[in-house]
């Protein structure tokens, strides 16, 4: 049978067992240096978000057969879903087992377009700065990998913020959309030529590959 394209999170990114894994929000600015000393910047395009990973040592036929699914990517062409392996759930849900049950939405979004406030959360949960959560909607479908500039906590009424995020939040994204804590995703292509295989011992090898977010729909 042939893969869909993204490749789900269950078909490639929960089938690696990743060691290392670096995940930067990429900037996109222009400088321009004023006789005063001081330097302006200017966005040039979207943030995005890029990852570098590494898998655990393994045997080489296990590290191929992850290889091969890789390749059904054809280079850049075609996207996969991936989340960042160091941190798949909230800091207070380490195994993601107070969250399985809630369902999170989007209840508002500020006008300035980088403040939201969720609803749906436990009462009393705390969201702490750096948590992760991703926003898929429409159709096509695009996808959006956001972070918490601050700790926001639920109230009586399951509702928490608003509360800073970066990057800023997309002019497709609304309120009443889902939210997911658990193991968010973005949907990344592969850098072209990043892909590679390397030994580790005289049985062990490890895959490497770069990966960087695209907002393209589908």
Same mark, same amino acid.
């Given at each position: *049978?042939?893969?869909?394209?993204?490749?789900?999170?269950?078909?490639?990114?929960?089938? *690696?067992?990743?060691?290392?894994? +670096?995940?930067? $929000?990429?900037?996109?600015?222009?400088?321009? /240096?004023?006789?005063?000393?001081?330097?302006?910047?200017?966005?040039?395009?979207?943030? =995005?978000?890029?990852?570098?990973?590494?898998?655990?040592?393994?045997?080489?036929?296990?590290? +191929?057969?992850?290889?091969?699914?890789? /390749?059904? $990517?054809?280079?850049?062409?075609?996207?996969?879903?991936?989340?960042?392996?160091?941190?798949?759930? !909230?800091?207070?849900?380490?195994?993601?087992?107070?969250?399985?049950?809630?369902?999170?939405?989007?209840?508002?979004? +500020?006008? /300035?377009?980088?403040?939201?406030?969720?609803?749906?959360?436990?009462?009393?949960?705390?969201? !702490?700065?750096?948590?992760?959560?991703?926003?898929?909607?429409?159709? !096509?479908?695009?996808?959006?990998?956001?972070?918490?500039?601050?700790?926001?906590?639920?109230?009586?009424? +399951?509702?928490?913020?608003?509360?800073?995020?970066?990057?800023? $939040?997309?002019?497709?994204?609304?309120?009443?959309?889902?939210?997911?804590? =658990?193991?968010?995703?973005?949907?990344?292509?592969?850098?072209?030529?990043?892909?590679?295989?390397?030994?580790?011992?005289?049985?062990?090898?490890?895959?490497?590959?770069?990966?960087?977010?695209?907002?393209?729909?589908?």
């Amino acid at each position: *049978m042939a893969l869909a394209f993204p490749i789900t999170r269950a078909n490639l990114a929960d089938l *690696m067992l990743v060691e290392t894994a +670096e995940w930067t $929000l990429g900037e996109d600015q222009e400088l321009s /240096n004023l006789g005063s000393g001081e330097v302006l910047a200017a966005d040039l395009g979207p943030r =995005l978000w890029e990852a570098e990973c590494s898998t655990t040592p393994d045997s080489i036929d296990a590290i +191929e057969a992850l290889r091969a699914r890789f /390749n059904a $990517l054809d280079g850049a062409i075609n996207s996969f879903y991936l989340f960042d392996p160091r941190r798949p759930y !909230p800091a207070t849900d380490p195994t993601g087992s107070l969250l399985a049950s809630a369902t999170v939405t989007i209840q508002s979004i +500020e006008t /300035n377009r980088k403040e939201l406030t969720f609803t749906g959360l436990p009462a009393g949960f705390v969201l !702490p700065a750096g948590t992760f959560f991703s926003v898929t909607a429409g159709s !096509p479908s695009r996808t959006a990998l956001l972070q918490l500039v601050a700790s926001v906590t639920a109230s009586s009424g +399951e509702v928490a913020g608003p509360v800073e995020v970066r990057p800023h $939040l997309r002019p497709w994204i609304a309120a009443t959309q889902a939210v997911t804590l =658990l193991k968010p995703v973005a949907k990344v292509k592969l850098v072209p030529k990043s892909l590679a295989v390397t030994q580790v011992s005289s049985v062990l090898h490890r895959l490497r590959f770069s990966a960087r977010q695209t907002l393209a729909a589908g």
